[in-house]
């Protein structure tokens, strides 16, 4: 999620990936104890990269993640299949950014019957094409 800006971009959005605690228990001497929940903050990357997670909001979703690999299922494109896990889902699960997926998924959906191209195989150029027409927001902050 600290990537903001990807290839291939169809979307972005932006939401701080919160949790509900599992379970919360009264300590004995007042206050209360969370278990489950997680406060994403700073952290390192495998390359060794810092990151301040609260100043990475905003991401972008690539047109390859809504996608199987090309050879699996060639003409399925799914705009809730972007995350594996719960935390991951946390952070895009709001309407707004849904909506804009869905709204990337419906033009690959549309270039791929004009062109009779199966979506795993479309072209960005094509698909971006579009978005753009279509006015498509694809970038809170335009790649350099």
Same mark, same amino acid.
């Given at each position: 999620?600290?990537?903001?800006?990807?290839?291939?971009?169809?979307?972005?959005? !932006?939401?701080?990936?919160?949790?509900?605690?599992?379970?919360?228990?009264?300590?004995?001497?007042?206050? /209360?104890?969370?278990?489950?929940?997680?406060?994403?903050?700073?952290? #390192?990357?495998?390359?060794?990269?810092? #990151?301040?997670?609260?100043? @990475?909001?905003?991401?972008?979703?690539?047109? %390859?993640?809504? *996608?199987?690999?090309?050879? &699996?299922?060639?003409?399925? $494109?799914?705009?809730? %299949?972007? /995350?594996?896990?719960?935390?991951?889902? $946390?952070?895009? =699960?709001?309407?707004?950014?849904?909506?804009? #997926?869905?709204?990337?998924? %419906?033009?690959?959906? *549309? &270039? @791929?019957?004009?062109? !009779?191209?199966?979506?795993? +195989?479309? @072209?960005?150029?094509?698909? +971006?094409?579009?978005?753009?027409?279509?006015?498509?927001?694809?970038? =809170?902050?335009?790649?350099?």
């Amino acid at each position: 999620m600290y990537q903001v800006n990807w290839p291939e971009q169809i979307a972005f959005g !932006g939401y701080f990936a919160d949790s509900k605690a599992k379970t919360q228990f009264a300590k004995p001497a007042g206050g /209360s104890l969370r278990e489950g929940a997680y406060g994403p903050g700073h952290f #390192v990357t495998e390359d060794g990269a810092e #990151v301040d997670f609260e100043g @990475s909001v905003y991401f972008g979703i690539p047109m %390859g993640a809504v *996608v199987p690999p090309e050879g &699996e299922c060639d003409n399925l $494109a799914v705009c809730w %299949g972007i /995350s594996a896990t719960a935390m991951g889902f $946390a952070a895009i =699960r709001l309407e707004p950014f849904l909506n804009a #997926v869905a709204t990337g998924v %419906g033009h690959m959906a *549309v &270039e @791929s019957l004009v062109s !009779g191209t199966p979506i795993a +195989r479309l @072209s960005y150029g094509a698909v +971006r094409a579009r978005l753009d027409a279509a006015g498509a927001l694809l970038y =809170r902050y335009q790649p350099t």
